[in-house]
């Protein structure tokens, strides 16, 4: 028997972990669906529309989970149905043009889609993380919500990027042994939300948040990655 407070062995990734991906009908969020299908992960796409979702889960070969992020009911349900996940990827995300100072400003919204909906789904599956010990949690942020790179974009979005970016921070010190939690920015990439004239594909973009939904025992956690490498905060 191990003496007390003696740590076990380091509990490895499941051979096929499941892993959530919110707002994963189009876009980045697609991408990164298809990704870890091709790494053998069983893997839900999350989406408020769900004809929409249903078709992009059968073009990636994964299944479909009715998720709005402005519903906390829908998020309950995603995870009480599935017994929580191995792999959360936080990346629906809106973005508005109102000033903060606007009447017709989208802060709440934003807030509540960018931040709380993903402190929602982290609480939620913890229960499958204590009990399994290996977890990962990718946060998809931005560098106009980095303070490094002058908190910009329009609306609320910048806001609650750095708000995304504050919980990834702050939250090594709270989550299980074994689960990691990280932020990245993808890029600009060729999406509705990232134009025409972006000059990243949704592929591209994708590869980082993959990377670290997949991270090795001994890779970092609480930390802002664009291309594999730490940025500022």
Avoid at 127 to 146: C, D, E, I, Q, T
Wanted: proline share 8%; aromatic share 6%; hydrophobic share 40%.
């Amino acid at each position: 028997m191990a003496a007390a407070g003696a740590e076990g062995p380091p509990v490895t990734r499941p051979l096929h972990p499941t892993a959530l991906v919110t707002g994963g009908n189009r876009g980045i969020g697609l991408a990164i669906c298809k990704a870890l299908v091709a790494r053998g992960c069983r893997v839900t796409l999350g989406s408020r529309d769900e004809e929409r979702g249903r078709k992009a889960a059968a073009e990636a070969g994964c299944t479909y989970a009715r998720l709005d992020l402005a519903d906390p009911d829908s998020c309950f349900d995603a995870v009480v149905q599935a017994g929580g996940f191995d792999i959360l990827v936080n990346n629906a995300g809106m973005l508005g043009e109102a000033s903060l100072l606007s009447p017709r400003s989208d802060f709440a919204e934003a807030m509540e889609v960018m931040v709380q909906g993903p402190l929602d789904l982290i609480r939620l599956n913890l229960p499958h993380w204590r009990a399994g010990g290996w977890g990962r949690v990718v946060n998809l942020s931005s560098g106009l919500g980095a303070h490094a790179e002058g908190l910009g974009g329009p609306g609320a979005y910048g806001v609650a990027k750095a708000a995304l970016n504050a919980l990834t921070r702050a939250l090594p010190r709270d989550l299980p042994a074994g689960v990691k939690i990280n932020a990245c920015c993808p890029g600009w990439v060729k999406t509705r939300m990232g134009g025409a004239g972006a000059p990243l594909t949704p592929e591209e973009g994708a590869d980082t948040p993959v990377w670290l939904a997949l991270l090795p025992e001994d890779g970092p956690t609480g930390g802002f990655f664009r291309n594999r490498r730490p940025i500022g905060w």
